[in-house]
């Protein structure tokens, strides 16, 4: 059991990581649209559009991980 419980930990940080690299995607894209709107390339319509597309997709595979995290530990406690 304790060995379970040290692989749940893993997976739980395995997930986090997931995540952290997942916003980092995002912050990285929402700055690359700040520059584009900077330089003129981009109306401030279309940037809203966009980070709120790319928003909605953070929180799609935030969520795909969490449910996968969930899956992956109970099947790990099952005895």
């Known amino acids: 059991e304790e060995r379970r419980k040290e692989l749940v930990k893993v997976v739980r940080h395995l997930a986090e990581e997931g ?3 997942v916003r980092n995607v995002r912050r ?3 700055h690359h649209l700040k520059e584009l709107v900077d330089s003129g390339q981009v ?3 279309e940037e809203h ?3 709120d597309h ?3 997709l953070t929180d799609e595979h935030t969520h795909k991980i969490d449910e996968l ?3 992956k530990e109970a099947e790990i406690m099952e005895v």
């Open 19 to 21: 995540r952290v690299a």
């Open 28 to 30: 990285d894209v929402m």
């Open 43 to 45: 109306g401030v319509d």
């Open 49 to 51: 559009r966009a980070e």
């Open 54 to 56: 790319v928003q909605k």
């Open 69 to 71: 995290l969930k899956r």
